[in-house]
């Protein structure tokens, strides 16, 4: 079954995926990790198609980008970029 997302929801899932993917900046994390992890949150319903449709989203904003891979290229990994890390300073700062 889909989890269906609402607008918080989605947000959470965002930040976190930008949170996860800082802490692993210079290797990245792959697609399926980062859905353990999200699982762990609560996201247990969070289907791969959804997972990759926000991460594709996060990369069209240039918040995270994918790191080419030689081997198995099909299992992609994902890192933040330059802009993702300003974002989450700028989201950390504004909650202090």
Do not use: H
Request: net charge neutral; aromatic share 6%.
């Amino acid at each position: 079954m889909i989890m269906q997302l609402n607008t918080q929801q989605r947000e959470q899932i965002r930040l976190s995926l930008l949170r996860y993917c800082g802490s692993a900046a210079q290797c990245g994390l792959a697609t399926a990790l980062l859905q353990q992890l999200l699982s762990s949150e609560g996201f247990r319903g969070l289907s791969a198609e959804q997972l990759r449709a926000e991460l594709i989203y996060l990369a069209d904003k240039g918040l995270v980008t994918t790191l080419p891979k030689v081997i198995s290229p099909e299992n992609e990994a994902w890192r933040i970029t330059a802009s993702g890390r300003d974002f989450l300073a700028g989201q950390q700062e504004g909650n202090l």
